[in-house]
């Protein structure tokens, strides 16, 4: 027997909602968090190829808002003058009525990798791009089919 989807149930981005510290981001555009795994290559005797030992991974990702409102800088400016790095949690959930299920995942220790202070041109949209590192998540809802 094959599984099969209906294009129904493929989630859409248009129902992602953020959460920086508890705060509603209602101005996120996006939001993507990754793990890569870090691995070493391993010499096998008796055979050409070359596996791979993991060795631990690393979290990136970016938060991309509208610029309306002034929330990282506020966040952010005072903890990094004084030479703190502020750690935030990011709950980010994915919730699409025709899908599944809902999916929500909080980054626990997100590490902000810049502080956009002044980015504009004439006749663009503001936009905000906030690249971070993170070290610990949890799964808080997972879509099971």
Known sequence: MTNKINGDRVI???FG???LDGDYVAEVVGVQAKVELIKEDVSLAGKYTTDQKFMGYKGTGTVRMHKVNSR?????SADVLRGINPRMQL???LNDPGALGAERILIKDASFNDLT?????LRKLGEIEAPFTFTDWEL???INN
């Open 140 to 142: 808080k809802d997972t």
């Open 17 to 19: 909602e953020l959460w």
């Open 91 to 93: 709950l980010s959930s």
């Open 72 to 76: 990282m800088i506020r966040k952010m």
């Open 117 to 121: 202070l002044i980015d504009w041109e």
């Open 12 to 14: 859409s981005g248009t």
